[in-house]
């Protein structure tokens, strides 16, 4: 595939080609992801049966693979050859002749249109037709969006590791002001913080959403610890210092060193109750 993309002047060249079969086998995903894998992905089950039971509805879209002789790249419809591959019967598709922009504008098209790709899917397909070098006009026909919404999708894209991406999922349910908020829980985390909650056990089993809360919650803000009391020294006349006083909100506390003065401590806790006795007397 080439390095850089240019926008194109004309659209598919047969749009009346006619439905084939394909081996799912011979269908590649195009270069340029627009989903984020999940794991966790129950519907994609359902799916399977329904297109078992009722057959392909609607064909997928594929062009002639231009660096692999024999071989396919799906524009749109990789959940049905994903499908068709399971149950192990060829997909229907149109063949048709795609420039690259051609097939990414498709690819866009067909998956924004379906409204099924979540905001971090639409996000990272952004990003990853600005890093194939894709032109800016391309990525704005493929995505179907002005370009001050493309500049939010790539900023928030650019500011989650694709790591932490992959540990989350799709995260359908999630808008863009809680990735907003993770990126910035990011930023100020450390990096052990960052793969501690990656690597959390407690997100198996949980679904893409529940993966993204479990996340976010790690990176909370963590209360900051209360300062130490500071500690003042008391010194005889000597110099010799034979306590510590340190104050705090909660009262004062003496430390003597029993080191430097030798039962002195005792000394002191028995006249407690004569201090008390002579501090009220002198408030009286």
Known sequence: MAAMWA???????????????????????????????DATDAAFAAFVEQIRDEGQHTPILVRRHPSSAGRYE?????????AA????????????????????VAQGSENLAREDLSYIERAHFARNMERAGVAREVILKAMGVHRPDLANYLAVAQSIPEAVIAAIGPAPKIGRPRWLTLADRI???????????????????KTSDERFAAILAALATAPKAAARPKAETVKDG??????????????????VEEAAEPGFGEYLAG???????????SRG
């Open 238 to 255: 000597r110099g010799v210092r034979f306590a510590r006083v340190e104050r705090s909100a909660a009262g004062l506390r003496v430390t």
């Open 271 to 281: 006249r407690l109750p004569e201090l008390i006795a002579a501090y009220r007397a």
């Open 85 to 104: 591959r399971a149950i192990g019967r060829p997909v229907r598709a149109l063949v048709r002749d795609l420039s690259d922009a051609d097939l990414l």
């Open 187 to 205: 930023r100020t985390a450390d990096r052990d913080r960052i793969d501690a909650a990656l690597a959390s056990p407690s997100l198996a089993g």
């Open 7 to 37: 926008a194109s002047r004309s659209g598919p060249a047969d749009p009346e080609a006619t439905v084939v079969e394909i081996d799912p086998d011979l269908c590649d995903p195009s270069a340029i992801a627009d989903r984020v894998p």
């Open 74 to 82: 799906i524009a749109y419809g990789r959940r049905r050859t994903r």
